[in-house]
T-cell receptor, first 108, second 112 residues
Framework: QQPVQSPQAVILREGEDAVINCSSS?????VHWYRQKHGEAPVFLMI?????EQKGHDKISASFNEKKQQSSLYLTASQLSYSGTYFC?????????FGKGTRLHILP | EAEVAQSPRYKITEKSQAVAFWCDPI?????LYWYRQILGQGPELLVQ????????DSQLPKDRFSAERLKGVDSTLKIQPAELGDSAMYLC??????????FGPGTRLTVL
């Protein structure tokens, strides 16, 4: 089952924060987050493994609640370079399925 | 920096013709994936290889699509015959087992 991402789209001003959510109806082993800019291939951001670990680098972090089968991606003090479409990929039964994506547009 | 290579980058074909896409993964990556991405959607897995073996091809339309990775290195995805609904971006990705996937630049297919 394809994970559900919310919101579908977000418009922010530079410096504002954003949260992107990803939920699944299946028990998950891991959650993967990618960012794709228009016309380019998806680029890996981070993997969260079963265990509820929170990860992050720079001003982008994520959490994984395996009991709720949910993950959230946090973008703090957003920069223009954060614009793009964010995909979560949920792993269960040795298979990764990507959500439909959340489009993020940062205004100067 | 090592990258996943794909060719061609763009392909325009007429329906009922055959097309083929090529992917060369990052050296040492045993797992190779082919995805189809329709504009505005997330990547949809078509086939996953572990070395030369198919691990998952449950979403591959086998009546017209085929994929091979004969020596466990580079891979070819073929569509025969192409249909209008096949127009999409075809992405190849590779990974070490259980880790992040590295995507290639993709092949944009347009079927007329």
């Amino acid at each position: 089952q394809q994970p559900v991402q919310s919101p579908q789209a977000v418009i922010l001003r530079e410096g504002e924060d954003a949260v992107i959510n990803c939920s699944s109806s299946k028990a998950l082993y891991s959650v993967h987050w990618y960012r794709q800019k228009h016309g380019e291939a998806p680029v890996f951001l981070m993997i969260l493994l079963k265990g509820g670990e929170q990860k992050g680098h720079d001003k982008i972090s994520a959490s994984f609640n395996e009991k709720k089968q949910q993950s959230s991606l946090y973008l703090t003090a957003s920069q223009l370079s954060y614009s793009g479409t964010y995909f979560c990929g949920t792993e269960s039964d040795d298979k990764i399925i990507f959500g439909k994506g959340t489009r993020l547009h940062i205004l100067p | 920096e090592a990258e996943v290579a794909q060719s061609p980058r763009y392909k325009i074909t007429e329906k009922s013709q055959a097309v083929a896409f090529w992917c060369d993964p990052i050296s040492g990556h045993a797992t190779l994936y082919w995805y189809r991405q329709i504009l505005g959607q997330g990547p949809e897995l078509l086939v996953q290889f572990q070395d030369e073996s198919v691990v998952d091809d449950s979403q591959l339309p086998k009546d017209r699509f085929s994929a091979e990775r004969l020596k466990g290195v580079d891979s070819t995805l073929k569509i025969q015959p192409a249909e209008l609904g096949d127009s999409a971006m075809y992405l190849c990705a590779s990974s070490l087992e259980g880790t992040e996937q590295f995507f290639g630049p993709g092949t944009r297919l347009t079927v007329l």
